[in-house]
């Protein structure tokens, strides 16, 4: 039995909950490199999952990444911002560290920042070239208390002859007789 016109009239369907907001599953990427900052990369899509691989493929090229949820009516709700630069520079520090022979960065040196390859790297080279400094340093003192021990061993070979023989005054054929001269001729 279908029901009547009036009854039609009073049933109302039930609203849907959630968020009616016009397009809010929506995600947006902005992406700029330094070399040129008047170009950049926007990409919205729907799929989430999609974005946040976008994000990592763009930072991994060296952008500044900003990743962007949709609230409504073309608003945009930041949700995390990448340095693409910073990190290649991380990664290129940790290969730097690597295939200079330095020791790797350890886990408890400033955890938390940033930067820690760059600094970490930064640390090491300084004390590699302060190392060097001393190590030529150390080398140049060598050099010259050997050129001092031979210059002293020639002059010894050289002088030893002389050296072994008592001062001309007490040698005879040297000697001068004592003069006996009373105290009012002096």
């Known amino acids: 039995m279908s029901p009547t016109p ?6 109302r369907r039930k609203a849907a909950p959630g968020d009616h907001t016009k397009n809010v599953k929506s995600w947006r990427i902005e992406a700029s490199w330094d070399h040129r900052p008047d170009a950049p990369v ?3 899509t729907p799929d989430g999952k999609k974005a ?3 994000v990592r493929e763009l930072a991994d090229k060296g952008a500044y990444v900003i990743f962007q949820e949709h609230t409504g009516w073309d608003t945009w709700r930041t949700v995390r911002e990448v340095d693409g630069a910073a990190l290649l520079a991380e990664r290129a520090a940790e290969q730097a560290l690597a295939a200079a022979g330095h020791q790797p960065t350890p886990p408890g040196y400033r955890p938390d920042a940033e930067d820690r390859h760059r600094t970490w790297l ?4 300084a004390r590699a070239e302060a190392d060097y400094r001393a190590a ?3 080398a140049r003192d060598q ?3 050997d050129a001092r021990r031979r210059r002293l061993a020639a002059e010894a070979h050289r002088d030893a002859r002389a050296l072994m023989m008592p001062p001309a005054i007490v ?4 000697r ?3 003069r006996h001269i009373t105290g009012a001729q002096r």
């Open 6 to 11: 009036k009854q039609a009239r009073q049933h």
């Open 42 to 44: 926007i990409i919205r």
């Open 52 to 54: 946040r691989a976008k």
């Open 122 to 125: 930064a640390r090491m080279d």
């Open 136 to 138: 030529e340093q150390a």
């Open 143 to 145: 050099a010259e208390a």
């Open 171 to 174: 040698r005879p054929e040297n």
């Open 176 to 178: 001068q007789r004592a």
